[in-house]
């Protein structure tokens, strides 16, 4: 139970400006350990703000953010969550292995050599590995920020449009393979079929408030007989909160 | 040239602010530079060597890193309009003339009017001259360019030569007009900056091609072996990865990385320092027996040049970070305090040979040369690690697809910005170059770069909003 909570993930009323502008008002979210949840919405919707003052990167300007109980910012919540942010850029004059094992030495994981061969299997990145970063494709790019994103064995995941540039035999693999992991996930996407593939739940987003939450099945039972579901979502997105 | 295109193009770059305050700034500096000068404020000696100085790094800063400045929105607009390579290339050349004026005001400004008083004729060489040295810089920068890699270090170090024949009294040399010899210099300076604008003009149609193939090929290149971070305990990782970021010309080249172990690697790089410091140590004193001038100006101007080299490595600031991995690993401010020491401690390593050097310079009678190893291994990095800190701070520019993603316009407040990341460089400079007159001011300077690096490192202050300000600039 205790260790349970440990990584529950909690957000109060959570608001951030930039300038004048509000990206986010008053958002307020809980998400259970191992539940997964895609943050759908329009562009601009605050989606990618959401994450990043989750990681801790971007401060809220009011309102609470709780990791497994403490602050994004502590040394706590670093260890148990995972970033990959939207166009993920790793360090471009590092090799495709040398990113690998820089950051595993900077999360001090234990045996960085092995976590590193297992990463670059489980992503086929084994022909790149020497490779240096600014030469890689965008799709291999793309899947190295992603197992970066896991090197330490996160216990939350928090994955900003992680199936962007990927060709779509690899996202099947990185959809199978992300559903095998035992976490839990927050995916950021405007994408419904992506959100299906790899949640259960949705919150939805536009303009900086919360439209809509819940099960994706509840939202499909919001809709006409054999109406797609993306355009349930659609509907619910552009009419007025 | 191509009217509306060039518009477009000053006015992305730069603000009209910045373009306003800086011909403000050059009448400031004329006034008080005249006033000065006709009163005789300064040793005018200092000028002449800062001149020729400053001008040895930016010619050889154009020779060696030289090309047409572009940026990712460049790239990825500029370049594909419908309009003639060659237009577009002579327009480039040209704003970036525009744009090494506004450096230089800002360099030579000082310097400038410091020579007004010489003679009359001065007033109208002065501007002439100033004018030339800038097309100049700018045309090397477009020559090096298409060169070879060694041609480029041909032509730089031809420069650095030609320009320290100045110091020697040797009259045919742009150098020359910063030490008396103000119509053989002047002659010679223009006649360069002429012959190289056309060799430049020459060269333009081939340039935007040359650049992409530059960035391709910076892009492949693959190491033989991947180094290793094993075993490291995060400020290892952090020192290692940094001491390889050095790049400071010759002494630490990615390509030599062909072994596998950091250690055998850091023995190269050593290796190279310790030969430089040799060359050094037994080159000093054989100037120093033909004019003992010159030797100890060489004391000096070795902490002075190291200076330089590093202050405008570093003056790029974390470009190649990355705030999503490291500050996500890290607390930011740990991993910021990791990286500041890990380049103290790779530049103070770096330097220990040419510290051991100065030992034995100073048994053999160079007095400087005590002075000079509390510069090398103290005010020198400190200063680094101070230009790290603020540019760092005040001016968060990330290198994404090997072009810097920042903002194109360069505004007023940047440039001050930019400025205020030379405080350290232009302190220390001060400071090692008091030395030579009062060895006391180093150990004075040492204590407060060293006492300001640890307030740095350990105050709370900016870090509470600095994740958050580098993040929503873009920083990620
Ligand atoms: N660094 C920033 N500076 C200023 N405004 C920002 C910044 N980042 C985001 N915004 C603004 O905040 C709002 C939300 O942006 P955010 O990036 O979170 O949207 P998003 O939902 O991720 O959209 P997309 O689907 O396009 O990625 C937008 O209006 C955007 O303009
Ligand atoms: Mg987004």
Known sequence: ?241 | MHRKLFKFMLQTRFSKSLLVSTVGMLVIYCVFGSLAATNNLFDSSIFQYYGVGITIVMLSLAAFGGRIIITKADRDYLLTLPIEKKTLALNLYIVQIVSFLITNIMLYGLVIPAFLSAEASSYILLPINFVALTVLICSITVIANVLSKKMKIVLGGFLILWLLSALEGFPFTPGAIFMGNMLYGSAVLIVSALLSTVMALRELSNVEFRTAEKLAKMNSLDGKKNRTFDKLRPFWAVFFLNFFALKFSGAASAKSAKKSKWSVKITWLMAGSCILAVCYGLLLPYIGVMDNFMGDMGVVFLPVSLLYIVSFNFKRGLINERAWLSFTALDPRVYFRYILAANMLALITLFLPFAVTNIYLFFIGYQLALSAIISLLIIVPCSAVCTLYLATIVNPVQLKEGIPMKPTQTTLKQALKQILTFIPFFGSLIAILISSISPISVIITAIISLGLILFLSYSHYPWKTFTDKLTEKGFV
């Open chain 1, 1 to 241: 139970m205790a260790e349970q909570e440990l990584c529950d993930l909690e957000v109060r009323d959570l608001s951030r400006t930039f300038g004048n502008t509000y990206a986010l008002k008053k958002v307020s979210f809980k998400i259970l350990q191992g539940e997964k949840f895609a943050l759908l919405g329009p562009n601009g919707a605050g989606k990618s703000t959401t994450l990043k003052l989750l990681t801790g990167l971007l401060k809220p300007t009011s309102g609470e953010i709780k990791i497994g109980g403490v602050d994004p910012s502590t040394k706590k919540a670093r260890t148990i969550m995972g970033y990959l942010p939207e166009d993920a850029s790793p360090y471009q004059m590092l090799s495709v292995r040398e990113n690998l094992e820089y950051i595993g030495a900077l999360r001090e994981i234990e045996n960085v050599k092995e976590t590193t061969d297992h990463l670059l299997d489980f992503f086929d990145l084994n022909e790149y590995e020497r490779s240096k970063v600014g030469k890689l494709s965008r799709g291999t790019t793309q899947k190295l920020a992603l197992a970066l994103a896991i090197i330490h064995k996160p216990k939350i995941l928090l994955l900003d449009e992680p199936l962007n540039y990927l060709d779509i035999p690899t996202q099947e693999k990185v959809i199978t393979r992300l559903n095998s992991l035992d976490v839990t996930v927050i995916v950021s996407t405007h994408i419904m079929s992506v959100a299906s593939r790899l949640t259960k739940n949705v919150i939805m987003l536009a303009r900086g408030v919360i439209r809509w939450e819940g099960s994706i099945d509840a939202l499909r039972a919001l809709g006409e007989a054999e109406e797609p579901i993306e355009s349930i979502v659609a509907r619910m997105m552009t009419s007025a909160p």
